[in-house]
């Protein structure tokens, strides 16, 4: 009885210490099986990056790399400090991560918080607290992609666009709580003057914008990379049909949400990959629109396991813990659906049922 035991416990360390090396040989063994899928989903994954991805975000980060080289984030400390101190816990300087990522999206403020932590600007609390608040999903992808292409409709858009930024800084302030009592924090007189300036020197503008361009390719082909790997991921998990028996699994948890069961593969898709998931979930019909509304709430307040990985390769150049920026995710989903439901239910504006 004993042997049996410490055997059992034997082959869970195993299984345990070897868990990534088992998915990765599995994920090996789907590439070669399903590898006519798997080509059409990496052309399918590489579109989407050149077409979509590219011209979105290289354009922002490269603004952001040239921003940092200039005074504006002192300039947000000092103006802003009042403000993100008492409510988020966090400096001034906070209010540039948090406004480029709402305007640009996602991952554009874990960048910034990344680069923050690098040059001093904050302490590795406040990245932490930083970051589970100014990584979003910004208008372009809401209000163009999900609101007018996916659900034909401008307002839904805008509603899932002020959900989305109002769960994002209830969040922010739950969390001006992270590590409260370590009473650690930045004071922006202390960095005040370690701001680069832009030279006014041509020469020197010219070195800072090849910096900032190159800096910016290496993190969009970054992202490039993730877009093809988890569109390939998806197809394995496809043809394999672990998403129709993930969807059994999860079909007791919707019914108790008062959810049909046909949202399982759409929200499976979303926690894997944002864009597929709130794809399919704009598509399943209901004359209960606003149930489809509700759930692509959440998948874009969650972002997807794909952004988490991108964030996790961002920070990993750094100090700052993965572990609150995932709870705050799954924190802002929660709420972003909340609100979501709340506005739907209470305004007969946004009566989008049948």
Known sequence: MRTKKIRTNFIFISLKDNMLSIIFVLFAIG????????????????????????????PFFIACELLSCTNIIDYLGVKLNKIMRPIFNVPGEGAFPLIMGIISGYPVGAKIVTNFRKNGICTKEEGER??????NSGPLFIIGTVGISLFGNTTIGLLLFV??????????????????KEKSYTNYKSIKGSVKKIPPKLNS??????????SSINTIIMIGGFVMLFSVIISILNNTG???????????????????SSFATGILSGIVELTNGVSIVSKIPMKMISINIVVCAFLLGFGGISILLQ????????????????????????????YTYLLLQNFTFFNFDI
């Open 163 to 180: 959900t989305h930024l109002l769960s994002c800084l209830t969040v922010g302030f739950i969390f001006r709580f992270w590590k409260y």
């Open 31 to 58: 590439l070669i099986v399903f590898s006519r899928e798997n080509l059409e989903a990496s052309k399918a994954g590489l579109h989407l990056w050149v077409s979509s991805v590219v011209p979105a975000l290289l």
């Open 130 to 135: 930083l970051l589970t608040f100014t990584n």
């Open 311 to 338: 964030v996790l390769s961002i920070t990993s150049t750094s100090d700052i813990s993965i572990k609150p920026y995932i709870i705050g995710k799954l924190l802002q989903g929660t709420i972003s659906a909340l």
């Open 205 to 214: 503008l010219g070195s800072i914008l090849q910096n900032s361009i190159m």
């Open 242 to 260: 672990a998403f129709k028996f993930l969807s059994l699994i999860l079909s007791p948890m919707l019914s108790f949400l008062h959810l049909p």
